[in-house]
């Protein structure tokens, strides 16, 4: 994607313009200056030496367009040894700056700036490179000039005080005026509007009401695509300064309190996954009370706009500052608002991919860090969506912004400091970090990053505390303490041990003199030191600056497990994620005490290995230990069982319908279709038990492993009696559950004898066999497809209008989802969009629910919704054009369906982070292989009715068992497909 800025400059009656073609990627060519360097002229005063490194250092930066990567860094150091000062050189504000803008140190603000007349007598003198003779003399004139007329944008490191870490409780750090402190989107499009009075010198800075820290004032902007900008500028600016007063808000609407307003830069952002942009407009404002009316008072502080002065943000020692947009767009000196340099910047989500290997073979040293560590895309897009959220509404961080970040990201870096560690990130040097710098310095801290000269320099920087480019003695004195420390542990080191090692440690180092005069100082230079550490004649550095653990491992773990407890630091994320889930309660199934007793009933398996019947073992009954009352309750518990009863009708439509399955292909209608009045009694009979029973259940179903979980059966009698051989043989008598994701009728031609069978099983064992309602379960659906067709068709219009109303009676009551090990979530379609808390959703789903669609919209997403991939969700939202709310958290319309929402890997990670959970198993689609996988293995699509409308798929089920998930495919070639005859152009599984 390419990238346009734009800066007009004007000083006196010099005018340049210039529109640079920007990339991320770095030059190939080195960024030192060419050939020997000549000495500064010492004569000229101070104040002029000063200003030479200034105009030094734009010099050198203006001979590239682009600055150098990390890797190249270290080529930056000035080669004159015989400077009484090492030079600071500084990089331009970011890869993208309009101007070139010296970022050298600022001047202190009590030391009066030298005459332009000094200034450019001094320009004379400026050493030129042996090789750019092919620079036109005049025109370097020219943009030093002009970058005079800039200013130095760079922010302080000093700090007077540290901020405490800000907990937020997962609100923005800086709030838009007028928006709710619960804020929905942390990243929207907004103005921000940059109010300067003239008069007083002063700037209007906000302050944010869920943190001490201030940033431009700014408002989130509506439908910023269909209005004009300026206009909606000017309604925004007058909202701002009318404090909630919408007299006010009127009357400055229609008497403008600013004498100017314009637009001085664009910035849009791509957002990764959606691949939306988001727009920041930002506006200069032109204050002069002397022309504003009586009802508009400046610089008077509220409770969310505060003023500061100007002098004080051009120098960069803002405190608490959020962002260093502030600072950035200080006008210069003797600017007009007409003067001010205008900018459009434009960030795609491939640009945030830079570092990453393309097809695996890294092309340069970052592209190896991330390999080396292991670093996808992924990761990095996760990154970058926490930067993001967490800077929002600026580009980039300040101190103070790292600091929260570091907390935010939950990571613990108790060993190093938090100031220097910021500047070993900044290797832009200039007091505020982009996310390329956040990303490689993490990559920096990790354990298994080498130890080449890009980490080396990282060192470096990290105890060049003066920001000089050399060690001095205090700066070699801490780094060997740290070394003992890590070497030794908490063993003391005795003080003049340390003296002794530093002295040796600056001999080897070749420390030379460095200042003039009494400000003599021995320092290291950057050379001396890289070479040293290179040649191993000083060892352990590579132990520097290291995290204990693997830091974006981690940023992954509090990603999906957010809603964990973060207190407790030691345990691994993944240990303490099962443990809170295991014991958050009670203790768990496994560590209770158990206590068997025998069994008062005894089964029969016939030489088939199916089940025959139950029988009572009456003497141990009547030996029980029991009181008489209690005996007779559990004679009576016995006798309401129904396996003791082979005329119970659930008894006779397993056995009955086994044997049917055998015979239907003799040209047979249906199951019991000649005796449809004793078929409907027996029904309702059974009905009549299930239909409390099903009311009473949980809606989301809690059950334990082993379990079988078992696809849609549409109707496919004979699949569903080879799923009856393989694993259910010997039902009741085995000991497992079995969970039925829905959709048990509709488009096969067995639908009723398939229901029949299910229901007769869950009465039989309610707690070892759970069916959970599917799409097919709905009336509406239903009469669009096969099952009401297939009722009135067997067992004529009034019979058949009987066992649809009876059989949906008891659909309406079905669960709609289970969790096995309060680990795996089990639907028919997907997770809800709306709700994503279990118990809220447990809440919000009635018992009943005859009509989901207009009864229970959860319902109905839970039993439609689709999981889908990234790259076909940013096609979907790109081709139709979507844009809404739901786009943040991972959703989208569920275009192939027409209804509910499709969900992407982000929306079921937030899902599982809210609920504790690391598995969800659904069914409702039709894999070929009778199973397919989603998002890395987090999602499983399990289907269990083969040769479906036509199709070539298998049959599977899924086995949860001993914290493994096993797919099983069910042979059934041999098999008669039993959707053919029921097809639909259309097809909605």
């Not at 060690?471 to 063993?491: A, V």
């Not at 550095?541 to 030691?570: E, G, M, P, V, Y």
Request: charged share 25%; glycine share 4%; proline share 5%.
């Amino acid at each position: 994607m390419r990238r346009f800025s734009r800066s007009v400059s004007n000083l006196g009656n010099l005018k340049l313009r210039r529109r640079l073609r920007m990339s991320f990627r770095s030059p190939k060519k080195d960024g030192r200056r060419q050939g020997n360097q000549k000495k500064h002229n010492h004569g000229v005063g101070s104040n002029v030496d000063q200003m030479m490194d200034n105009l030094y250092s734009a010099v050198t930066n203006l001979t590239h367009k682009i600055p150098r990567p990390m890797k190249n860094v270290f080529n930056r150091m000035m080669a004159n040894k015989n400077d009484p000062q090492p030079h600071q050189t500084r990089t331009n504000l970011s890869r993208k700056t309009t101007m070139p803008v010296p970022l050298s140190k600022i001047p202190s603000p009590t030391k009066k700036s030298p005459p332009l007349s000094a200034i450019s007598s001094a320009i004379s003198n400026i050493p030129t490179s042996t090789t750019g003779a092919s620079t036109n003399r005049k025109n370097v004139q020219q943009q030093q000039i002009n970058s005079i007329s800039q200013k130095n944008i760079r922010l302080n490191y000093d700090r007077s005080s540290t901020m405490p870490m800000i907990e937020t409780k997962n609100m923005a750090y800086v709030l838009p005026i007028g928006s709710l402190t619960s804020i929905y989107e942390k990243l929207y499009d907004c103005y921000c509007f940059f109010v300067h009075c003239s008069q007083h010198d002063r700037v209007c800075i906000m302050r944010s009401s869920s943190s001490p820290f201030i940033w431009l004032p700014c408002v989130v902007a509506q439908s910023i695509q269909k209005h004009s900008w300026v206009k909606s500028a000017k309604e925004n600016a007058a909202w701002i300064f009318a404090n909630e007063s919408n007299n006010r808000y009127e009357y400055f609407k229609r008497n403008p309190f600013y004498t100017d307003i314009r637009l001085i830069e664009i910035l849009r952002l791509q957002l990764p996954q959606t691949n939306r942009f988001i727009t920041r407009l930002a506006f200069y404002v032109h204050i002069d009370p002397e022309q504003t009316s009586d009802r508009f008072s400046c610089c008077q502080a509220t409770d969310r706009l505060d003023w500061l002065d100007l002098n004080i943000v051009r120098d960069g020692c803002v405190e608490n500052l959020w962002g260093p947009e502030l600072v950035k767009y200080c006008p210069a000196l003797n600017m007009t608002p007409q003067m001010m340099p205008q900018k459009i910047e434009e960030f795609s989500s491939s640009q945030v991919f830079h570092f990453v290997s393309k097809d695996g073979t890294p092309k340069n040293i970052e592209e190896s860090w991330l390999k080396s560590v292991k670093i996808t895309e992924n990761d990095v897009e996760r990154l970058y969506y926490e930067f993001l959220e967490h800077c929002y509404p600026s580009y980039y961080m300040t101190s103070d912004s790292f600091r929260q970040c570091l907390f935010r990201l939950g990571l613990d870096l108790p060993d190093l400091n938090m100031d220097r560690l910021f500047i070993a990130f900044n290797y832009m040097k200039n007091g505020f970090l982009s996310f390329h710098e956040l990303l490689l310095g993490l990559v920096a801290l990790e354990q298994d990053t080498p130890h080449d000269e890009v980490r080396i320099k990282f060192v470096f920087r990290y105890y060049d505390t003066k920001q000089y480019g050399v060690l001095y003695e205090e700066d070699m004195k801490r780094m060997l303490r740290d070394l003992f420390i890590i070497t030794f542990g908490e063993k003391k080191l005795r003080s003049d041990h340390l003296e002794q090692k530093t002295r040796e440690a600056m001999e080897l180092f070749k420390a030379q003199s460095i200042g003039r005069g009494t400000r003599t100082r021995q320092a290291i230079t950057w050379r001396k030191f890289l070479t040293v550490i290179a040649t191993h004649q000083f060892r352990g550095t590579s132990l520097l600056c290291r995290s204990k653990k693997s830091i974006f491992d981690h940023i992954t773990k509090r990603i999906t497990t957010q809603s964990a407890n973060q207190s407790s630091k030691q345990e691994p994320a993944l240990l303490r994620l099962v443990v809170q889930r295991k014991f958050q309660s009670e203790v768990c199934p496994s560590c209770r005490s158990k206590q068997y007793r025998l069994s008062p009933l005894r089964l029969l398996i016939n030489q088939d290995g199916y089940y025959d019947r139950c029988e009572i073992i009456r003497p141990d009954i009547n030996k029980m230990r029991l009181e008489t009352s209690q005996r007779q309750t559990v004679w009576a518990n016995i006798q309401r069982n129904h396996l003791i009863k082979p005329e119970y009708p659930a008894n006779f439509f397993i056995r009955k319908i086994r044997e049917f399955n055998q015979t239907k292909k003799y040209n047979t209608l249906g199951f019991m279709t000649n005796e449809r009045e004793r078929l409907y009694q027996m029904f309702q009979i059974m009905a009549e038990e299930l239909e409390p029973m099903l009311q009473k259940e949980q809606r989301i179903k809690q059950l334990a492993s082993p379990c079988y979980i078992i696809g849609d059966i549409h109707g496919n009698l004979e699949d569903l009696m080879s799923l009856e051989l393989t694993i259910w043989k010997q039902f009741p008598a085995s000991g497992v559950h079995y969970l039925f994701l829905g959709d048990y009728v509709d488009r096969g031609r067995w639908s009723i004898e398939c229901a029949l069978y299910l229901l007769s099983m869950k009465v039989l064992m309610p707690k070892m066999i759970t069916l959970l309602r599917g799409n097919h379960e709905i009336r509406e659906i239903q009469n669009k497809y096969t099952y009401r067709r297939e009722l009135w068709q067997k067992y004529d219009q009034v019979y058949g209008q009987r066992f649809w109303d009876l059989t949906n009676r008891l659909f309406d009551r079905l669960p709609l989802s289970a969790t096995i090990d309060d680990t795996i979530f089990c639907c028919h379609g997907g997770i809800p969009h709306q709700i994503t808390r279990l118990n809220e959703l447990e809440k919000r789903i009635p018992p009943v629910v005859m009509s989901p669609e207009s009864d229970c919209s959860i319902a109905w997403e839970i039993m439609w919704s689709d999981p889908i991939n990234q790259d076909h969700f940013m096609t979907i939202q790109n081709l139709y054009q979507i844009r809404n709310e739901n786009l943040r958290q991972g959703y989208l319309p569920n275009t192939k369906r027409g209804t509910a929402f499709y969900f992407n890997e982000r929306a079921l990670d937030n899902f599982f982070a809210e609920n504790r959970l690391t598995h969800m198993i659904r069914a409702h689609e039709v894999p070929k292989l009778g199973f397919m996988i989603h998002f890395g293995q987090k999602c499983v699509t399990v289907f269990s009715c083969s040769h479906y409308c036509g199709n070539d798929n298998e049959c599977c089920v899924l086995f949860a068992h001993q914290e493994k998930l096993r797919v099983i495919r069910i042979d059934t070639t041999a098999n008669q497909p039993a959707t053919d005859q029921f097809q639909q152009q259309s097809i909605i599984r």
